[in-house]
Structure formats: C-alpha cells, structure tokens
C-alpha cells in the first residue's frame, strides 16, 4: 500500500510534514539532509543471511527513484544484515538499504522498486512482487549544505564535463589531483572482518597511530566497541595534512600480486583456513574459496567508513576494481552474472561519495567487446555517472585505449603507466593522448597513475631526498602537457613499496612538492580547460609552456637559465614560483610586449607565471 498516490499529493504533504515523509516500510533515514550528503534510507524487508535461499544479493533487485522536477535519480539498494554490520559483524537480518546524497535542495519525491526472483539483481526483467516495500512512496526536504574547505560536500560531486579537467557540479570548479597510486593493496586492513594474511603482507598502518584526530574522524569508527580504524583514518589524515588530495587502492585481488583483498564472502572462516596453513603449511589460493555472488556485508560497512571519512578530507577515491592476474576471474572476462553482480555491489554501496572514478582494471587484458560491454553496465547502472577509466600497460596504448576514442565513447580517460625509471616518458605519453583524445571528438581526462617503473618510480625520501627527475619529469611533465594530475607508484626494490608500504610518511619530503603544485593548478583560478600546451612559445630552449595566449601563460624552467618570452601586450605581471618549496619571488609589473628576456633566480627548475 502507498501512503500517497501521486507526486502532487506528496509535495502537498511535504509541506505540512517537515523535512521527511517516511514510506511505511522506513525503519529510518540517517545523514544530514543537506545537499551532496549522503542520504541513508533503511527499509524493513524479508529477512536473509549472507549464505541463506534466496541469495540476498542476487535474488532481489531494490532500486529507490528520487525525483525533482526534471531531475531522476535511479539509485541501486543492497541487504544491509541487522543495519549495523560495521559494528555488529552480523551477516543476517531484515534491513535493506540505499544511500543517495542530493544534487540541489529543496523537496525530493523517492518510490521503491523492491522484485525478487532468480538473479533478478543483474536482469532487466519486472520481477516478482517482494513485499509491501514495492511501490511505497515518500520524500525528503533537503537543505544547502553548510560544509566549507576541502570537504568535498562543499563543492558537490565530480563529473565528467567534455573537458580534459573533471568538474564539482556545485563549487564549478575543476580538478587537478595528486595523491598515492601504493600501496594497492591499502585495503587488506587487519581492523577489516575476513581480511587474510598471505605472503604477512597484512596491515596494521601503526606508523599513522598518532595521526588519527579524533574531534574529525572518531564517528567513522567501527567494531563492537566502535574503536576500530584508528590506524588507517591516521593514514588518510596524514595525506589530507601533507596537501594532497586522492588515494587509490584494488577492490579485488584474488591471485594477484598480494591476494588479501576482495568483498565477496569465504566458503569457510578466515580461521579455518589460517590453521590450516598454521598446522600444515599450506598457502590458500581464495579464487577457488570466495563466492562470487556472495558479499562480505560487515567487511564492505568497514571499507565505506574509510572512503566516507577520505571524502571529508577531500581525497578523491580511485577504485581499481580488478588487476591483469584476475580480469578473467569473473565470466572468464565477460560482463555477465558474476561480474554485474559485483560492479552493482560496488555502485549500491560506494557510488554515493562524490569524487571517484572506477577503474576497469589495473594492466588490463579484457577484449575491446568486454572493455566496452563493462563501460556500458556501470554508466547505465551508476546514477551519479562517476568517470570510468582503464588501466593497461604501457606497450598496449594502441590496442586499449585506441578503439575507445571518439565521440561515443564513454571512457572519461586513461590511467596511464609510464615505465622509465627516471620519468622522462611522462611528458610526450600526456601530451599524446590529450591531442589524441582532442582529435577524436571526446576529449579525455588524462592522468598518470603510474608514473616510473617497477622497481623504483617514487623512492622513499631516505632514497632521494631531492625527488628532482620525479618532480620535473613526472610531477610537471604531466601538469604543464595537459594531465589531470599524478598518482604515485612505489616500487619494489626500496622499503615501504607497493605491496608493504604502511608509512606514507617514507615520501614526506615529496608531497610538499606537490602540494606547491596543487595550490598552483586548484587555487589560482587559472582558466586550465582554455590553457593549451605551447611549448614552441619559448624558442630554442626546452621550456614547457601551458598558456591561455593573451591571458595567462605558466613556464616552466627545467634547469633555469635564461628565457626569450615576449608578452603580446602591456598590462601584464610576472612572478617567480619555486616548485621545489612554494617560494614565490614578488610579482613584477611588465610595461611593454615585446621581447624580453627573462633570467630565473638560480640553475634550478623554475615556474614563471605570467598573467593579466
């Protein structure tokens, strides 16, 4: 039974009502009502397990619809156990859930699409009726948000605009972003239910203990006496401290390169498995051990609470959803049962957070058809149309990214992986498929979140205290060619690597450099998707140029010295940055437009900014 029949009926009630008007079948609605938050709304439901018939997570679809005026919203819910399986590790009950955060406020109308039947989650079919929940109605009064800073629910969610810069559809501004590409396997946490331990490569992220701030971060807690996660919230701290502004990390590494990480649930416990291999020394392979229709809800409540306080922070969350050593795990590559089933857990669960992007796979090696077919089931299934990107290695560009150019294309970019050790690739790979994507008619947001090669890219800073190759080659290589920005890969041969790092303190001496960077690219309202790389604007020497012509031009001075730069007209100042420490030299007026030569303050890298 609907509590009201029609959309005018709801907005009439709306207005006696208050700020929600609850469906019949709510148990409660949590968040702050307030634009760009997340929304939470749990119904009462038919009561599963994790393990029980009917399979919770494929045997029912909830899909809520929120609509205002010509705005439409279908939303993917998921079985949420008791409602607090974060706390509570609990793998059965009657809760069901969906998250949504608000574009714009004012009244919001939602309805429930609640069907069961076999497989019904990944099918396009009506279904069965579930219960009293289908076709309940209600709504929601949102208001503007108070946030402030680099929270993200200030600036609103992150989208893909036709430019070569990801846009916040509230703030309007864009995006360039800096942040860690390692450890990939950030996420095999040992405060996360059913994470193993192969290869000890488990983390406890103890060197970021004193990082935790618990005025901003203690609610984000989970476990029974809600004390759990201080170690990796400090970690996210810390970055969000040092300036920087994303994190990436696998969802899914079954038989890869550490094998800890994945949201399905085990046939059996962790612990039956870990004396297994303590008494008979035997290392479990999890591919033949997980179940790929089933989801670990408790392990998943976990891993959002960590994403949730990284968007308050303004980290931009990177989602690889798989790796080269498991893109055949699921449908033996193909988007079908197994695979839907498991890019809707993650949209239903995550795709509420505001500035993400989903990764096909890292070093991918699906088919162009498979590439495509996993392209066309998340943008038809996210409501929130987040970027898709795809990773590959750096001999197959051609072959990957070539065939998903062009105009409907709906590939937002490539995640790019250079393989030099000192980074000098970085510039032309950037420039190439900014050009490229250009010419196509879709122009792509290009980053490189693998910048160097295996064995070192980013070293610590006891390695290289200067960073100088990975500052000017791959920090400002990618920002002055047209990239959205860097993630930085660390490499095997040096401590705190992909696979071990749990101190991102070890390259502390480094993200300042790029946190001068970030300032720079996010907040001197540069004019980045009018600005073109001009290199060939300073002649005869191997300065980088990234220039909007008679408005602003940025150059960047590999090694100093002199530079022929005319300015087109008077009216113009320029200042000296140093990218090595944020100094800034005083502006100095420019009175005429013709010919000057311009001498940097040392032999080091230097920025010239030159604007009206």
Known sequence: MRLFTSPLSLLLALLFLG????????????????TWHPVTLTFLGPKCSETGTPNPFSDYRLTVT?????????????????????????????????????????????????????????SDEPGEWAGDLDGESGGLIISPSNKTGRDFRAHGRLEYVGEHYLRFAGSGNYFVKCG?????????????????????????????????????????????????????????????????????FLTFNVDGDDKNVF???LRNSLKDYEETARTKGERVCWENEIIHDRFDVSKLDQWNQVFSYGQTL?????????ETENDQKMDDGEVDYERKLYYRELIARFGHHLALNWNLGEENTQTTAQRKAAIQYISDLDPYDHPIVVHTY????????GPLLGEGSQLAGPSLQANQSDFHDVPGLVATWVQQSQNSGRKWVVSVDEPGDASHALVPDSDDPAHDNARVHALWGTLMHGGAGVEWYFGYQHAHSDLTCQDFRSRDHFW??????????????????EMQNMNDLTPGKDDWVLAKPGEVYLIYCLKGGPIKFATPSSGFRFQYINPRTGERKPPIPIEVGDGEDWACPSEEDWLLLIRK
């Open 394 to 401: 750096p001999n197959a560009y051609d072959k990957v990214y």
């Open 180 to 248: 860690t590409d390692a450890p990939e396997n950030l996420l095999a946490y040992e405060g996360f239910d059913q994470t193993p331990n192969v290869g000890d490569r488990r983390k406890d992220w103890a060197a970021h203990a004193a990082d935790f701030d618990a005025e901003s971060a203690e609610k984000y807690l989970w476990g029974k006496k809600r004390d759990q996660g201080k170690n990796i919230l400090g970690a996210l701290q810390y970055l969000h401290n040092k300036g920087l502004n994303a994190f990436s």
């Open 314 to 322: 303004g980290l931009f969350l990177h989602f690889k959803t798989q």
């Open 19 to 34: 700020t929600t008007l609850p469906a019949q079948g709510l148990h409660s609605i949590t968040g702050e009502l307030m």
């Open 512 to 529: 300042d450099q790029c946190r001068v960077a970030l300032r720079i690219f996010n907040e001197e309202n540069l004019p980045l998707t």
């Open 66 to 122: 929120f609509t205002q005026g010509s705005q439409r919203y279908d939303v993917p819910g998921f079985f949420a156990a008791d409602g607090e399986a974060a706390y509570t590790s609990a793998t059965s009950g009657n809760k069901w859930r969906v998250i949504f955060s608000p574009p714009s406020p004012g009244k919001w109308i939602y309805e429930v699409e609640f069907v069961k039947g076999k497989n019904i989650a990944v």
């Open 263 to 265: 949201p399905h649930l």
